[in-house]
C-alpha cells in the first residue's frame, strides 16, 4: 500500500490454508529430490516408482492400445539388414517391439510397430556394469548441455503422443465423433471438432479441396516435431496412408534434437512395409529462434520439397500439417518452437499440439501466439489459434470419471496428465525481423516473471 508507514502495513498472519500450502510444497521437493536421486543412482524402490509426483504415477489414458511383442527375431533381423546405426547410438540400450494399434467403433484398424527402450530398467542394468550404467544416467541428465535439449524423449514414450496419435487415426478411418452432453460449450466443441477432422481429411486424402491453395493434388507433407524416441503420431499417419484407399502421397519428416532419437526414428521407419506412395525421412532439428534456427528450417524444407521446379517459396513454409506432442512444458524453448512452427508451415496448413496444461507453461504459449498476433496490426494475425479440450471421446470421458471421483489415491492430476488439442493455422508468411524478435521479447519477459515457478 504505497504512502502507508511500514509499522501501519497489514501484517499478514499465515492460516491453515498457508501451513497446508507450505507442507505440500516442502513435500513436493523431497519428493522430486528423491526422484533425481533415483535417476542417478538406478535404484527402483517402490515408493520413488509409485510416488504420486512423478509423471509417471497415472498410467494414461491409452487411446491407442500398445502391446510389446514378445517374438521379435523377424524385426530385429530387419533391423540388422536394413538399418545402420550411427556409432554408440544403440550400444547400451535394451529395445522393445511395440504393436501399436487403434480399432475405430465401425471395425477399422491400422496397427504399426515401433522400437522403444525397455521399460524394465533392472533388466538392462543387468547387461552393463556399474560404471556405465552410472554413465549413461549422468549423460542423460547433462543432456541439454551436450545436445541443447532434454533427455525425456529417450525415457519412454509419452501419454500425449500416444493420445494424438490415436486421434488422427480416429480421423483418417472415418470414426464417427459424437459427445453424450448437449451443451452449448459442447456444442461449440464438437462443432471445432468436426471443422478440425475435415480439414485432416481435405489435406491427406485425394480428391477432396486442399486444406490450403499451395497443398498439391498429389503429395501431402507432414512435419514431426520433438518425436521422441518412436515419432508415434507421424508414423500413424504414415501406416494409415500405407492402409487406406484414396491417400495422397505422404512425405513424412520426424524431428527431434536429441541424435539418440533421432536415429531410433530411423530405426521404427525401417520398420514400416515399403510403399511408393509413403516416404519417411528421420532429421536433427533443434528449435531455435536465432538466424542459425532459421537455417536449420531452411534445409529441412530444401531436403524435403521433391518438387523444387514448381517455383514454391521456401519462405512460406512448405508442410501442411505439423504435429508435437508434449512438447511446450519447457518455456525456455517456446520462441524456438513457436519460431520453428512458423518456418516450416505452409500459409493455410495447420499445426496440431497435444499437450496437458502443465501449470502456466501452456498458458504462457498462448499468450506468446496471442502478443504476436495483436502486434502485427500491419500484416495482421499470423495464426489463428483454437483450443480444443475434448476431442477424443475415450479421453473425455475417462477424464469425467476420474475428476467425479475426487480421490487423491488415483494419482491423477488434470494439469499433468490430461491432454488438450491447440490447433495453428497459418495465416500468412512468417517475418523473422518482426515476429521473430518479438517472440524472444515475449519469452523472455514470462521467463523471468515465473523463474521460480515449477511445472
Request: net charge negative.
Amino acid at each position: 500500500m504505497m504512502g502507508v508507514p511500514n509499522s501501519e502495513q497489514p501484517v499478514h498472519q499465515d492460516g491453515p490454508d498457508d501451513d497446508l500450502a507450505a507442507a505440500k510444497k516442502k513435500e513436493r521437493v523431497k519428493a522430486r529430490w528423491s526422484l533425481l536421486r533415483e535417476a542417478l543412482i538406478g535404484s527402483q524402490s517402490s515408493a520413488a516408482a509409485k510416488s504420486k509426483h512423478s509423471m509417471n504415477s497415472f498410467a494414461g489414458f491409452q487411446v491407442l492400445d500398445r502391446t510389446v511383442i514378445q517374438d521379435t527375431d523377424a524385426y530385429s533381423e530387419l533391423l540388422a539388414k536394413n538399418h545402420n546405426a550411427d556409432e554408440g547410438q544403440d550400444g547400451e540400450e535394451s529395445w522393445d517391439f511395440v504393436q501399436n494399434s487403434y480399432t475405430c467403433k465401425q471395425g477399422g484398424n491400422i496397427q504399426f510397430v515401433t522400437r522403444e527402450v525397455k521399460q524394465h530398467p533392472q533388466q538392462s542394468q543387468q547387461q552393463c556394469t556399474p560404471q556405465s550404467s552410472m554413465k549413461s544416467r549422468v549423460e542423460a541428465l547433462l543432456s541439454h548441455r551436450n545436445h541443447g535439449v532434454d533427455n525425456t524423449g529417450n525415457v519412454r514414450v509419452w501419454d500425449a503422443e500416444a493420445t494424438l496419435a490415436g486421434f488422427l487415426l480416429s480421423v483418417l478411418l472415418s470414426e464417427e465423433f459424437n459427445n453424450d452432453s448437449e451443451t452449448d460449450q459442447v456444442s461449440s466443441n464438437i462443432a471445432k471438432v468436426l471443422d478440425l477432422r475435415s480439414r485432416i481429411k481435405t489435406a491427406l486424402f485425394a480428391n477432396e479441396d486442399s486444406i490450403c491453395a499451395n497443398v498439391g493434388q498429389e503429395t501431402c507433407n507432414v512435419l514431426e516435431m520433438g518425436a521422441g524416441q518412436a515419432g508415434l503420431a507421424g508414423l500413424a499417419v504414415a501406416s494409415a496412408t500405407a492402409s487406406l484407399d484414396n491417400m495422397k502421397l505422404l512425405q513424412l519428416v520426424l524431428t527431434d534434437g536429441h541424435p539418440k532419437c533421432v536415429e531410433n526414428n530411423r530405426a521404427c521407419s525401417t520398420l514400416m512395409p515399403e510403399r511408393k506412395d509413403v516416404n519417411v525421412d528421420s532429421q536433427l532439428l533443434l528449435w531455435d529462434s536465432s538466424a542459425k534456427g532459421a537455417e536449420e528450417c531452411q534445409r529441412i524444407i530444401k531436403e524435403c520439397d521433391k518438387q523444387p521446379s514448381l517455383g514454391h517459396s521456401s519462405d512460406e513454409g512448405l508442410f501442411h500439417i505439423c504435429l508435437a506432442s508434449d512438447c511446450v512444458h519447457f518455456r525456455d524453448f517456446h520462441d524456438g518452437l513457436f519460431a520453428t512452427i512458423a518456418r516450416t508451415l505452409t500459409v493455410g496448413g495447420v499445426a496440431l499440439l497435444c499437450q496437458p496444461k502443465r501449470g502456466s507453461s501452456l498458458a504462457n504459449f498462448m499468450t506468446l501466439i496471442d502478443a504476436v498476433n495483436k502486434a502485427s496490426t500491419s500484416n495482421g494475425p499470423l495464426f489463428q489459434v483454437e483450443m480444443i479440450e475434448d476431442f477424443h471421446p475415450k479421453v473425455s470421458k475417462m477424464h469425467r470419471s476420474l475428476e467425479s471421483t475426487n480421490a487423491t489415491s488415483t494419482s491423477y492430476n488434470p494439469d499433468w496428465h490430461r491432454p488438450l488439442l491447440l490447433v495453428m493455422t497459418k495465416l500468412r508468411s512468417f517475418d523473422e525481423d518482426i515476429d521473430g524478435e518479438l517472440a524472444q521479447k515475449v519469452v523472455k519477459t514470462y521467463i523471468t516473471q515465473n523463474r521460480t515457478n515449477t511445472v
